[in-house]
T-cell receptor, first 112, second 112 residues
Framework: QKEVEQDPGPLSVPEGAIVSLNCTYS??????FMWYRQYSRKGPELLMY????GNKEDGRFTAQVDKSSKYISLFIRDSQPSDSATYLCAMSLNTGGFKTIFGAGTRLFVKA | DGGITQSPKYLFRKEGQNVTLSCEQN?????MYWYRQDPGQGLRLIYYSQIVNDFQKGDIAEGYSVSREKKESFPLTVTSAQKNPTAFYLC???????????FGQGTRLTVV
């Protein structure tokens, strides 16, 4: 079993839809949770960074962490074609990125 | 502009050849990392460095080597011992106190 599981998709939605992206994990010691967006042939860019459980909102993006279920989510409201990318979840035990584990990524297509 | 610069963007390697991928950052970050990305897999850590003149092996270090002579630079050499080097290579950096990694645009290495 992988430490972090993420559905590879692809996920295809119409413009304006609410998108839900999810990851599950097995190590209950993870404390820091991140979402990255990666456009084709580009490096990942950090979207959201959260510590422990709870919600965090930034514009159209909301990150949610449920440590009791070992489940994290990223919601995208009013999705746009420019949101079409691969979304990677990541999590770590403590500070120092050498302990960060990445999911394989979910490919998202937003149709105009 | 602050950021991470990787070069070249595309690189072709012949069998038995060593090649070096460049990574430079002007974010004043202490920590730097090299990841490998293959289709359908999460990012896998090759090497990381938290301070000049010191670096540690990640999960898949065999066939790779690095140096950290300057804070800004963390080049990766893919040696002939790496039997399956075709992949997308990503360099990243972060502060020591937070896990938010900032990535370069990647180098796509292909064996010909």
């Amino acid at each position: 079993q992988k430490e972090v599981e993420q559905d590879p998709g692809p996920l295809s939605v119409p413009e304006g839809a609410i998108v839900s992206l999810n990851c599950t994990y097995s190590n209950s010691a993870f404390q820091y949770f991140m979402w990255y967006r990666q456009y084709s042939r580009k490096g990942p860019e950090l979207l959201m960074y959260t510590y422990s459980s709870g919600n965090k909102e930034d514009g159209r993006f909301t990150a949610q962490v449920d440590k009791s279920s070992k489940y994290i989510s990223l919601f995208i409201r009013d999705s746009q074609p420019s949101d079409s990318a691969t979304y990677l979840c990541a999590m770590s035990l403590n500070t120092g990125g050498f302990k960060t584990i990445f999911g394989a990524g979910t490919r998202l297509f937003v149709k105009a | 502009d602050g950021g991470i610069t990787q070069s070249p963007k595309y690189l072709f390697r012949k069998e038995g050849q060593n090649v070096t991928l460049s990574c430079e950052q002007n974010l004043n970050h202490d920590a730097m990392y090299w990841y490998r990305q293959d289709p359908g897999q999460g990012l896998r850590l090759i090497y990381y460095s938290q301070i000049v003149n010191d670096f540690q092996k990640g999960d898949i270090a065999e066939g790779y080597s690095v140096s950290r002579e300057k804070k800004e630079s963390f080049p990766l050499t893919v040696t002939s011992a790496q039997k399956n080097p075709t992949a997308f290579y990503l360099c990243a950096s972060s502060t020591i106190s937070r896990d938010e990694a900032f990535f370069g645009q990647g180098t796509r290495l292909t064996v010909v």
